[in-house]
């Protein structure tokens, strides 16, 4: 084996194992899937949509950033 090949599987195999740690830390860590509701966020609107954005509802009045 040289030792381009054996680089390639040192960082497969880093990549792999970074992955699997990865993914056992986040189901540890109580994330919320992507089916539940999500919480009020950001945006600039009368109303705030669900999940961010620059719009929805009526216009804030002039200067204003919604509520």
């Known amino acids: 084996m040289n030792k381009t090949s054996l680089w390639i599987v040192v960082v497969v195999a ?3 194992i ?3 740690l990865g993914y056992s ?3 540890h860590t ?3 899937s992507a089916g539940t509701p ?3 966020s950001g945006g600039y609107g009368g109303t705030r949509p669900a999940a961010g954005g ?3 509802g009526a216009k804030p009045a ?3 950033y919604g509520r």
Do not use: D, E, I, V
């Open 54 to 56: 620059y719009g929805g």
């Open 38 to 40: 999500a919480a009020a």
């Open 14 to 16: 880093a990549a792999w």
């Open 25 to 27: 830390m986040s189901a």
């Open 62 to 64: 002039a200067g204003g």
């Open 18 to 20: 970074g992955f699997l």
């Open 30 to 32: 109580g994330t919320k």
